[in-house]
Every structure is written in structure tokens, then in C-alpha cells.
């Protein structure tokens, strides 16, 4: 053989190979090795081809003065043959024949995927297989089943190329099952595999709880938390988010605490008044009413309440009194009004509040002294309590004409004389009814003593004129005794 314009002299009669099973047996993804001796053969280095059932297959040669080791991986089942050469001509035993067999081990195999972990009702699982160290192998060689307590589901192999495989199957009913992968009737790793099927997410069967405050949204106050719960029991397997956003946008701590049976319940604090954003999903889909559109009050402060009218001072009877209450700037609160006096007497009727501005209206019945008391979530604004005094104009105009006409008889009786028994006396006019203090006169020595208790002003004076005949009869009496 000429090479490089030398002629080499080769026998490849003399040429010896060592591989011993090698040169016989293989199996798919593992390497055949083997080495060739040419030191008796002449310094010619030798050619080596690998073919397989449908193609040539990769060969290395490593030399190390007159020996050569070769290795080749095969990645078809079936026979292959190793043409060994030198100087054109095949050596002793070449081609050799190995017989790459099926017996491919299991643990070259890898199974990944959802589907060998959880899976939905009616929905379609998947799961891969990647056998790219394994060979090239056929469908027939996997076998995959998923068996449930309540059922089995049928699994579906589907070979894409290079040694990779897609898998699928479809359960009907909520449970665990065990996916189970074969490779020539031997396990892969990690077969079987633990299943558990849920009930897809469905993000319109989560429910907010009404009692929560963020249903109500009502009442929200600066640094006051926030309370609610959601349920998802009936919602399927999915995660459920929460997040708050303040009216600047700045993200709010969101806690969290799960209550167990699928209800969750979560806190967050506002630190600033507006309106904050709270979305809830599940599964990545908004719940019912989500994003919640939430208003933050700031606290309330009685001291910037202010009520003004007219109706908060004297009043008439019959008389519509007004008066009015600003909360423009007072935060978040409940105005109450309450009368204080006569029962019944008369009710305040409040109208709808306009811009913060609330109007009350009432028409007193009864005449006399009242306590209109205004608070603030609680607590008086200032003026309150205000005292308003109702008076009748007709009770007053009738006392003034009672008054005149008794003037008029007492006046009329002045001066005259009534006779009784022959004897004429000047009687002076009863005062009956009147009340008298003592500013009107001091009590004499004989209505003290009969005053009921001593030093105590009486409620009605008595007629000051006694009878002019018991008079007379009491003066005679004294000067008998006296005598």
C-alpha cells in the first residue's frame, strides 16, 4: 500500500483482534469495544466501519503505536456489522456480526411532565419520556397504564423524534390513580408514579364571605385592618392570590391563614385614606367581584362638625325648626341627634346627607325647655348639648286676658257691703288660687305654726281676709277669758 509516497508492505493475515462479546453482543446505548494489534501486520493503520439495520453508526479509533481501540455506540435494535481493513482487505472474522438486542435497561429512560403528578377531571394529562441514551426504540417497547380506585384511564404514547416520547391520558373521576411506564416489562425510574386528580379550577365558584369587611366596604378606616375570607371548596384544585394596592399604587402586605376545609382568610392594614384595589384570583382568574374597589376613611374627628340654623336656639310652638350639620372634613363617622325634655314632644327628622351636609327639620308640640345633644361617632360636636326653649303665643295671650278680667271683678267688688245677720260689714275680696312667695309678704305667727313643716315656703297662701262673723265670735271669746 502506498501512503504518503511510500510503499508498505501488510499482512492482514496477521492482523489480531481482542473484543471478545463485544464482537458478538450488544445492546442499544452501550458502547462496543474492541482492539486491533497490527505489529506482526506491518505499520498500516486499519479502517473500521459500523453499520447498522438503517445507518452507519459513529466509530472512534485511539492508537497507541501498533494498537488501535475502537468503540461505537449503537442506537438500533438488530444486527450491525464491523468491517475491519487493512490495505483494502478485511482481516480474519471481518465483518463481524453483533446482535444488538431489546434488552435495553429501564433507568436510561426519564419521564417528566405534569401528568405524572396531578391531573384534572375531563382534562387531557401529559406527561414525556426521553430515552436519548437508550437508542432508537420502538413504540411496542413502552407500556403505559393508570389505574384508579374508582377506574382506569387509557394512556397514549406518541414518538416525536430523537429519542423523546410524548404520553397522555384523560381521567373521568376525582381520586388518586398510579401511572405506571414499562420498558420491556421493567419499571422506569420512578414507576409507578403517584397521581392525584382534582377538579379543574374554577375561579366563579370562589366566594367572599358577606360578613367579611371587604364586602361590606363600609365603615374602612386608616390603620383599622381589613378582614376578609374566601372559600374555595367547590372551586377545584388551583392557588389562590390576594394583593392590595394603596391609591399611589404602592404594593400592601397581604396576611394570610387558612381556616382548613378550603376557606383562607386574609388581613391587610391601610395606612392612607382613598381609594385601594384588592384583586383575588384563583388560578390566575378573578374571582367574583374581584378587583374590589375599597374607600379608606380617615378617622373621624367630632372637632370639625359643625351645626348651625336656627332651629338650635327658641322656637314656637307649631313652628318649623331648621338647623343643619357639616362632616365635610370630619372623616369617617355616624351622626346621631337626640332631644332631651317632654316625651313625644316633638321628633327631629334628618334628610339625606348632600355633600357631606346633613338638614334636620321639627315642629314642637309642647311648649317648654328642651336639650338638642349632636355627637359624632359618639362624641359631642362642639356647641352641644344646645338648649332651645319652646313657648305657646296663644297660652300667653289668654293669660294676659284672664289676668284683665280678674282686675276688672276684683275692682268691681272694692266698696261694696254685704249684710248679714242686720249687721253690715266690709268685707274685703278673697285672693283664691294665688301663689305668693315671700317675696310678696311675710307669713304671720299663726300660718307658721300651721305650716307643715317649719321654715318651709307654702305652695298656696291662704285667703287673707277671714270671715268677718267667726272673727267677731273669736274676739268675744278672749275678752271672757281674759276676764
Same mark, same amino acid.
Not at 5 to 34: A, H, Q, T, Y
Not at 183 to 203: H, I, Q, R, W
Given at each position: 500500500?502506498?501512503?504518503?509516497?511510500?510503499?508498505?508492505? %501488510?499482512?492482514?493475515?496477521?492482523?489480531?483482534?481482542?473484543?471478545?462479546?463485544?464482537?458478538?453482543?450488544?445492546?442499544?446505548?452501550?458502547?462496543?469495544?474492541?482492539?486491533?494489534?497490527?505489529?506482526?501486520?506491518?505499520?498500516?493503520?486499519?479502517?473500521?466501519?459500523?453499520?447498522?439495520?438503517?445507518?452507519?453508526?459513529?466509530?472512534?479509533?485511539?492508537?497507541?503505536?501498533?494498537?488501535?481501540?475502537?468503540?461505537?455506540?449503537?442506537?438500533?435494535?438488530?444486527?450491525?456489522?464491523?468491517?475491519?481493513?487493512?490495505?483494502?482487505?478485511?482481516?480474519?472474522?471481518?465483518?463481524?456480526? /453483533?446482535?444488538?438486542?431489546?434488552?435495553?435497561?429501564?433507568?436510561? !429512560?426519564?419521564?417528566?411532565?405534569?401528568?405524572?403528578?396531578?391531573?384534572? !377531571?375531563?382534562?387531557?394529562?401529559?406527561?414525556?419520556?426521553?430515552?436519548?441514551?437508550?437508542?432508537?426504540?420502538?413504540?411496542?417497547?413502552?407500556? %403505559?397504564?393508570?389505574?384508579?380506585?374508582?377506574?382506569?384511564?387509557?394512556?397514549?404514547?406518541?414518538?416525536?423524534?430523537?429519542?423523546?416520547? !410524548?404520553?397522555?391520558?384523560?381521567?373521568?373521576?376525582?381520586?388518586?390513580?398510579?401511572?405506571?411506564?414499562?420498558?420491556?416489562?421493567?419499571?422506569?425510574?420512578?414507576?409507578?408514579?403517584?397521581?392525584?386528580?382534582?377538579?379543574?379550577?374554577?375561579?366563579?365558584?370562589?366566594?367572599?364571605?358577606?360578613?367579611?369587611?371587604?364586602?361590606?366596604?363600609?365603615?374602612?378606616?386608616?390603620?383599622?385592618?381589613?378582614?376578609?375570607?374566601?372559600?374555595?371548596?367547590?372551586?377545584?384544585?388551583?392557588?389562590?392570590?390576594?394583593?392590595?394596592?394603596?391609591?399611589?399604587?404602592?404594593?400592601?402586605?397581604?396576611?394570610?391563614?387558612?381556616?382548613?376545609?378550603?376557606?383562607?382568610?386574609?388581613?391587610?392594614?391601610?395606612?392612607?385614606?382613598?381609594?385601594?384595589?384588592?384583586? $383575588?384570583?384563583?388560578?390566575?382568574?378573578?374571582?367574583?367581584?374581584?378587583?374590589?374597589?375599597?374607600? /379608606?376613611?380617615?378617622?373621624?374627628?367630632?372637632?370639625? !362638625?359643625?351645626?348651625?340654623?336656627?332651629?338650635?336656639?327658641?322656637?314656637?310652638?307649631?313652628?318649623?325648626?331648621?338647623?343643619?350639620?357639616?362632616?365635610?372634613?370630619?372623616?369617617?363617622?355616624?351622626?346621631?341627634?337626640? $332631644?332631651?325634655? /317632654?316625651?313625644?314632644?316633638?321628633?327631629?327628622?334628618?334628610?339625606?346627607?348632600?355633600?357631606?351636609?346633613?338638614?334636620?327639620?321639627?315642629?314642637?308640640?309642647?311648649?317648654?325647655?328642651?336639650? /338638642?345633644?349632636?355627637?359624632?361617632?359618639?362624641?359631642?360636636?362642639?356647641?352641644?348639648?344646645?338648649?332651645?326653649?319652646?313657648? +305657646?303665643?296663644?297660652?300667653?295671650?289668654?293669660?294676659?286676658?284672664?289676668?284683665?278680667?280678674?282686675?276688672?271683678?276684683?275692682?268691681?267688688?272694692?266698696?261694696?257691703?254685704?249684710?248679714? +245677720?242686720?249687721?253690715?260689714?266690709?268685707?274685703?275680696?278673697?285672693?283664691?288660687?294665688?301663689?305668693?312667695?315671700?317675696?310678696?309678704?311675710?307669713?304671720?305667727?299663726?300660718?307658721?305654726?300651721?305650716?307643715?313643716?317649719?321654715?318651709?315656703?307654702?305652695?298656696?297662701?291662704?285667703?287673707?281676709?277671714?270671715?268677718?262673723?267667726?272673727?267677731?265670735?273669736?274676739?268675744?271669746?278672749?275678752?271672757?277669758?281674759?276676764?
Amino acid at each position: 500500500k502506498f501512503e504518503n509516497g511510500w510503499l508498505s508492505v %501488510c499482512d492482514p493475515l496477521k492482523v489480531k483482534i481482542d473484543g471478545g462479546d463485544d464482537l458478538s453482543k450488544g445492546k442499544v446505548g452501550k458502547p462496543v469495544r474492541f482492539t486491533i494489534d497490527v505489529t506482526e501486520a506491518g505499520n498500516v493503520k486499519p479502517s473500521v466501519t459500523a453499520t447498522g439495520p438503517t445507518a452507519l453508526q459513529a466509530v472512534q479509533m485511539k492508537n497507541d503505536r501498533s494498537r488501535y481501540t475502537v468503540e461505537f455506540v449503537p442506537w438500533e435494535v438488530g444486527e450491525h456489522k464491523v468491517s475491519v481493513q487493512l490495505a483494502d482487505d478485511h482481516v480474519i472474522g471481518s465483518p463481524f456480526q /453483533i446482535d444488538v438486542d431489546k434488552s435495553v435497561e429501564s433507568r436510561m !429512560v426519564v419521564a417528566t411532565g405534569d401528568g405524572t403528578r396531578i391531573a384534572y !377531571v375531563g382534562e387531557e394529562a401529559k406527561f414525556e419520556l426521553e430515552a436519548m441514551q437508550s437508542g432508537l426504540l420502538d413504540l411496542d417497547a413502552f407500556q %403505559c397504564t393508570v389505574q384508579g380506585v374508582r377506574s382506569t384511564a387509557n394512556a397514549t404514547l406518541l414518538d416525536v423524534g430523537d429519542g423523546r416520547y !410524548v404520553g397522555s391520558y384523560v381521567p373521568q373521576f376525582v381520586g388518586a390513580y398510579l401511572l405506571r411506564i414499562l420498558l420491556y416489562g421493567n419499571d422506569v425510574p420512578g414507576s409507578p408514579f403517584k397521581v392525584t386528580v382534582y377538579v379543574k379550577a374554577d375561579a366563579k365558584k370562589c366566594r367572599l364571605d358577606p360578613r367579611s369587611t371587604l364586602a361590606k366596604a363600609d365603615g374602612l378606616l386608616v390603620g383599622k385592618p381589613v378582614n376578609f375570607r374566601v372559600s374555595t371548596k367547590d372551586a377545584g384544585m388551583g392557588k389562590l392570590d390576594v394583593s392590595a394596592t394603596s391609591p399611589r399604587g404602592r404594593a400592601l402586605r397581604v396576611f394570610m391563614a387558612d381556616d382548613g376545609d378550603g376557606n383562607l382568610s386574609f388581613r391587610f392594614e391601610a395606612d392612607e385614606p382613598g381609594r385601594h384595589v384588592v384583586r $383575588v384570583t384563583w388560578s390566575g382568574e378573578n374571582i367574583p367581584g374581584s378587583p374590589f374597589k375599597v374607600k /379608606i376613611w380617615p378617622p373621624p374627628n367630632p372637632k370639625k !362638625v359643625r351645626a348651625e340654623g336656627p332651629g338650635l336656639h327658641d322656637c314656637g310652638v307649631g313652628d318649623l325648626g331648621e338647623f343643619s350639620v357639616s362632616a365635610k372634613d370630619a372623616g369617617y363617622g355616624t351622626l346621631t341627634v337626640r $332631644v332631651h325634655g /317632654i316625651k313625644d314632644a316633638f321628633k327631629i327628622q334628618l334628610a339625606e346627607s348632600v355633600g357631606g351636609i346633613v338638614r334636620a327639620t321639627y315642629s314642637p308640640q309642647e311648649p317648654g325647655d328642651y336639650t /338638642i345633644v349632636i355627637r359624632w361617632d359618639d362624641t359631642e360636636i362642639p356647641g352641644s348639648p344646645f338648649n332651645v326653649k319652646i313657648t +305657646d303665643p296663644s297660652a300667653m295671650e289668654n293669660d294676659e286676658v284672664d289676668v284683665r278680667a280678674r282686675k276688672s271683678r276684683r275692682s268691681r267688688r272694692i266698696g261694696e257691703r254685704d249684710v248679714d +245677720d242686720g249687721e253690715e260689714v266690709e268685707r274685703k275680696p278673697r285672693v283664691i288660687g294665688r301663689i305668693q312667695s315671700t317675696k310678696d309678704r311675710k307669713m304671720s305667727a299663726e300660718e307658721r305654726a300651721r305650716s307643715p313643716r317649719k321654715g318651709k315656703r307654702p305652695e298656696r297662701a291662704r285667703a287673707m281676709t277671714p270671715d268677718p262673723p267667726k272673727a267677731a265670735e273669736k274676739e268675744e271669746k278672749k275678752k271672757k277669758k281674759k276676764k
